[in-house]
């Protein structure tokens, strides 16, 4: 069937889509008439045809709700995110290394802006000490 003109990408999967009865018409003899789009020139630049049922599993509608990809033999199967770069590990430890910081530290304001209210000196000291730890910390684990 010729239910969709797909490029995909490098990794297989769904790019830039045109759908039957929207850019383009398939007769009942199954020949291809151009409406919005040229089809011979897309086609020449790689697209396929796929049918609504590969269409479908491309955006994730099945029943493992997986997107699938295109692979290198034309078949369709499920997609597999490549394994993230050095890079992208590092970058996702600090993102984790901030968030957790700044949820401590604004934890502990509201703890001292309690012991403070409470008129709590002990508690407010023992705070304290916890704030110059978790920078001392923060900044030591910045530093690697």
């Known amino acids: ?39 011979d020139g897309l086609l020449q630049q790689g697209y396929i045809f796929v049918d609504a049922k590969d269409y479908n599993n491309l955006l994730g509608n099945n029943s493992e709700q997986r997107e699938y990809c295109r692979q290198p033999d034309g078949s369709f199967a499920p997609y597999v995110a490549p394994e993230p770069t050095q890079e992208e590990k590092a970058y996702a430890e600090r993102q984790k290394l901030e968030s957790d910081y700044a949820a401590t530290k604004k934890q502990l304001a509201s703890d001292l802006a309690t012991a403070i209210l409470r008129g709590d000196t002990d508690a407010q000291a023992s705070i304290q000490a916890d704030y110059t730890a978790l920078e001392a910390s923060y900044a030591e684990a910045i530093a690697d």
């Open 1 to 39: 069937m010729k239910d969709y003109l797909i490029k995909f990408g490098d990794d297989g999967r769904r790019g830039a889509t045109y759908a039957d009865g929207v850019h383009y018409q398939v007769a009942d003899d199954g020949t291809v008439q151009s409406t919005s789009i040229d089809v």
